[in-house]
Every structure is written in structure tokens, then in C-alpha cells.
């Protein structure tokens, strides 16, 4: 018999993961350098039920950092998202190429068992923060911030305030958004799985190469 396509999770996480994590709808804010791979990452680990927000279209900026080829410059993020997944795992991933507003986000974000923020600006932040919060959806951020990132549940989570000039123009690494990925795909998993989820938030330092609970 053929192995799956998902046979050294299941060898390590239990025969029946994709039975599992296909019953759980993760939503994932913003398709950038942690949403791209984080979308990449889950559907590769058997999620089957993920929906991406993001309305910006690919640059060639974004290519280091990002899962995104040179072939999808100029082409809406978050369809090239849904097509990479498509050819590798055929997992028909659910889109929204709009801006998450206050008028659309109980709609964008309903039906979700977790929200995942991964946006770059403190408005978006802010106004999925206080949908969960109101609405009692399990979510947990994850950004970047040049040489260190985060992965925090929002019980213990205070957004950034607001900063001046582009936001998105900072040195990055790709190194620090891979382990931020990796991190926060392992406490999805552990929330999706565990009988009593860690919940467990993170704080990675590049520089030092340290990676230590959230303070």
C-alpha cells in the first residue's frame, strides 16, 4: 500500500492526523512573509480547512521571504497562495483577496475554530484582536520586527502601537520568518491535537539565535 502524502506527520503526530486537523478551520490574516509560509506549512502537515485574507499583489521584494516564485510578480497574493498548495498537496484552499475591515470581519472571519494574525499594520491587528476577543475565537499573532519575532496567544497579547513610514520597508531575514513559522505551526498543531493545548507563546532573537518563552 502507498504511503500518504502526509506519512511522517502521521508516523509522528498518529494514523488518523488528517481526520483530525481536517475537522479544525484555521484562518489565517494576512499572506506575507509569515502567512504565505505559515498557509504553505499547514496544508503540507494536513490541515485541509484554511482560509487566507490579503489583499496586496506579489513584488519582487517579496520573493526571499516570502513562498512566492518570480512568475507570480504582479498576480493577487493570495491566488498564487491557493495555487502553489493546489499543485503540491491538491488542498483547494479557501481565498479573500479584501481588506479586513470592521464591516466585513465577522463575515471573513466566521466559522473559524482559530485565527492566526499574521498582518503587518497595528490597525488590522488591532481589529482582530477585538473580534476574537468579542466573539470568544481562540487566536494567536505572530509577527516580525527586524532582528526578533514573536508567537503569542492573545490572552497575554498588547498590539504594537502605530509607527510612522513604511511599514513594511525593515531589515528581514528569512531565517527569523521560517523559525516564527515553524513555532507557530507547532502550537497550532498542539491547540488542534492536545486535550489541554499548551498555549505556550514565543519569543525568537536572531542575533543570539535564542528562541525562550514570551515575556
Known sequence: MA????HHEEIYRGADL??????????VCGDGSIGSNLM?????????RLRVIDMDRVETH?????VFEESDVGALKVSATQNRIFRTVGIEVDTVSKR???KNVK???KGADLVVDGFDNFESRQLVQ???RAQNIPCLHAGLNTDYGEVVWDEIYMVPKATDGDICDYPLARN?????VSIAAEEIIDFCLAEEPRKQSWRITLKDLKIGAYK
Request: proline share 0%; net charge positive.
Open 100 to 102: 479586513l475591515e470592521a
Open 130 to 132: 477585538e473580534h476574537c
Open 176 to 180: 527569523l520568518a521560517m523559525f516564527v
Open 40 to 48: 504553505d506549512t499547514l496544508a503540507r502537515q494536513g490541515f485541509s
Open 107 to 109: 463575515k471573513l472571519l
Open 18 to 27: 488528517t481526520k483530525r486537523l481536517g475537522a479544525r478551520s484555521i484562518v
Open 3 to 6: 504511503n500518504s502524502k502526509f
Open 62 to 66: 517579496n520573493i526571499n521571504t516570502q
